[in-house]
T-cell receptor, first 114, second 114 residues
Framework: GENVEQHPSTLSVQEGDSAVIKCTYSDSASNYFPWYKQELGKRPQLIIDIRSNVGEKKDQRIAVTLNKTAKHFSLHITETQPEDSAVYFCAAIPTGAGSYQLTFGKGTKLSVIP | DAGVTQSPTHLIKTRGQHVTLRCSPISGHKSVSWYQQVLGQGPQFIFQYYEKEERGRGNFPDRFSARQFPNYSSELNVNALLLGDSALYLC?????????????FGDGTRLSIL
């Protein structure tokens, strides 16, 4: 099955700086890669996603890049704000058998220091 | 429009008991998936249902079962509860069964086993 590794596990940045979270996946057939933000005690919230036919996607201060050859994808947050502090999870979905289940990384706790 | 709703929000049970968790998907969504999130980890896939049929099952024992109703709502049942079943149980819905569709989560049910 799919295996998703996420790094770093914790990340502290100064307000206004950029933050980058990286994930690798094992199944080369995976074709969908969402990112979720989870604040303490709240639901995972889908913030951006990318499909395997696209190399990069942006939404305001958030961007995701995908390198299919290397089997890794990254979340980039620019001009970080205190409200960006949360746990971020990457996930992947393979094609074929198991193509319905999200496989999550273990999460990155981002702290934005005012 | 209402998002994914889950009930109850919190539940305390003792070992050996049985529990039923409920989920209503976003209006128009026909696929419901269940995930278990242990503290400090990413969600782990338990089941996916689409059009009232089980489409996928994660690596969970037979004590876990689920079903989907004609109105696309779903129940997750867990029998013979163990201490290790203490977790946040999340329900996610998506419009179609294909895995590369955005999945939106509810607030979850926090289950504590004493």
């Amino acid at each position: 099955g799919e295996n998703v590794e996420q790094h770093p596990s914790t990340l502290s940045v100064q307000e206004g700086d950029s933050a980058v979270i990286k994930c690798t996946y094992s199944d080369s057939a995976s074709n969908y890669f969402p990112w979720y933000k989870q604040e303490l005690g709240k639901r995972p919230q889908l913030i951006i996603d990318i499909r395997s036919n696209v190399g990069e996607k942006k939404d305001q201060r958030i961007a995701v890049t995908l390198n299919k050859t290397a089997k890794h994808f990254s979340l980039h947050i620019t001009e970080t704000q205190p409200e960006d502090s949360a746990v971020y999870f990457c996930a992947a979905i393979p094609t074929g058998a198991g193509s319905y289940q999200l496989t999550f990384g273990k999460g990155t706790k981002l702290s934005v220091i005012p | 429009d209402a998002g994914v709703t889950q009930s109850p929000t919190h539940l305390i049970k003792t070992r050996g008991q049985h529990v039923t968790l409920r989920c209503s998907p976003i209006s128009g969504h026909k696929s419901v998936s269940w995930y278990q999130q242990v503290l400090g980890q990413g969600p782990q896939f338990i089941f996916q249902y689409y059009e009232k049929e089980e489409r996928g099952r994660g690596n969970f024992p037979d004590r876990f079962s689920a079903r989907q109703f004609p109105n696309y709502s779903s129940e997750l049942n867990v029998n013979a509860l163990l201490l290790g079943d203490s977790a946040l149980y999340l329900c996610a819905s998506s419009h179609r069964v294909e895995g590369n569709q955005p999945q939106h989560f509810g607030d979850g049910t926090r289950l504590s086993i004493l």
